[in-house]
């Protein structure tokens, strides 16, 4: 039968049936730890161990999470937005198949309107609707949950420190008590504590049927009420309660394939006057005309410029 790996664990894995049950799989088998991994689907017999997981649709670093479907970028208005880290998470989406979820969040203060603005202007263009949420008060959670319930599968979340995403992940699933950190102790403490991540299913009323492990190791859920788990075609959807992403870049793209990431620019490139046109310095090119003349949203395209040449100077000094 196939199970979901919802978190690795020392000597073994917590797995969850079709039939909604949590179990613990014990580390036998073909696969031991170091090859399977949260967010897999494996195939375990329940005598021996897991002997297969299925092909893995993506795999990300730090903490190693697999087959994620989605990923929630997180954006508000303390500490001051990173717009730049939020462009660069959206590539890295649409370079592993990930849909972006992107979000406002901290709705509840003052400069939450100015900033849902913004981030629409920025991204809406690009294809991507913005959700304004607030984990204080509660407000749009529901359109978040049922964003990730929409896509199915595992979403993670992801953005810089301290914008709110473990408040976010508590809201979400509520009783797992994920670490809030006051803004002052996060900015500049730089490191996340590493520890092992772990999926949660998705329930539509919000709820965690996880019962306490039982001698054997099992949950006794979902016994007590009739929670409906939210699911779609990429599968019954999941919560990764990862600290966050916040240090992906663009990567390894090469630089001259960064403008494919944007769909923005598409309907503007066809007038470019230089074949291959890059969008950054070129002559007659009616991307930066956009930019100039409010046809494109400016900033987007500077920041564009600046991670293309971040880009270019890695590519030099990898090969030089
Ligand atoms: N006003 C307000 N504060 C929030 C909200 N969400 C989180 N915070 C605060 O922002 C700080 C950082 O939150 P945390 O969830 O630890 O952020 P993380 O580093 O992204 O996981 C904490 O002081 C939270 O109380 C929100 O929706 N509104
Ligand atoms: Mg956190
Ligand atoms: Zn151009």
Redesign the pocket.
């Known amino acids: 039968m196939t199970y979901k790996v919802l978190q690795a664990k020392r000597g073994g894995f917590l797995v969850r049936g079709a039939d909604g049950r949590e179990v613990f799989c014990p580390a036998r088998g073909k696969l031991r730890e170091g090859g399977v991994y949260a967010g897999d689907d494996a195939e375990w017999d329940r005598a021996g161990g897991i002997d297969r997981v299925a092909p893995r649709k993506n795999l990300l670093a730090r903490p190693l999470l697999a087959n994620v479907a989605a990923c929630v970028i997180?954006l508000?208005p303390a500490p001051a937005p990173d717009f730049y880290l939020a462009d660069k998470l959206l590539i890295h989406c649409f370079k592993n198949g990930i849909e972006p979820i992107l979000c406002v969040?901290?709705?509840?203060?003052g400069d939450a309107g100015e900033l849902y603005g913004r981030a629409r202007r920025n991204y809406e263009p690009a294809g991507q609707s913005v959700l304004s949420?607030?984990?204080?008060?509660g407000s749009g959670i529901e359109a978040l949950r049922r964003a990730a319930a929409r896509v199915g599968g595992v979403t993670c979340?992801a953005?810089?420190?301290?914008?709110?995403?473990?408040?976010?992940?508590?809201r979400l699933l509520p009783g797992i008590n994920?670490?809030?950190?006051?803004?002052s102790q996060?900015i500049g403490r730089g490191k996340h504590t590493t520890r092992a991540c772990r999926l949660y299913p998705l329930y539509a009323d919000g709820c965690q049927q996880r019962g306490p492990l039982d001698g054997a190791g099992n949950s006794a859920i979902p016994l007590t009420t009739a929670a409906v788990p939210l699911a779609a075609a990429g599968g019954q959807a999941y919560i990764a309660d990862t600290?966050?992403f916040s240090m992906l870049g663009a990567g390894d793209l090469f630089y001259g394939e960064l403008k494919y990431f944007y769909p923005d620019f598409v309907g503007f490139a066809q007038n470019c006057a230089v074949r291959g046109c890059n969008h950054t310095r070129e002559p007659d090119c009616a991307v930066i005309r956009a930019a100039e003349k409010g046809g494109l949203c400016r900033e987007r395209w500077e920041r564009y410029v600046g991670i293309f040449d971040e880009l270019r100077e890695t590519h030099k000094n990898k090969y030089k």
């Open positions: 997180v508000s969040n901290k709705s509840d203060t949420v607030s984990a204080l008060d979340l953005g810089q420190s301290a914008v709110g995403k473990s408040s976010l992940l508590n994920a670490e809030v950190g006051e803004l996060k600290p966050g």
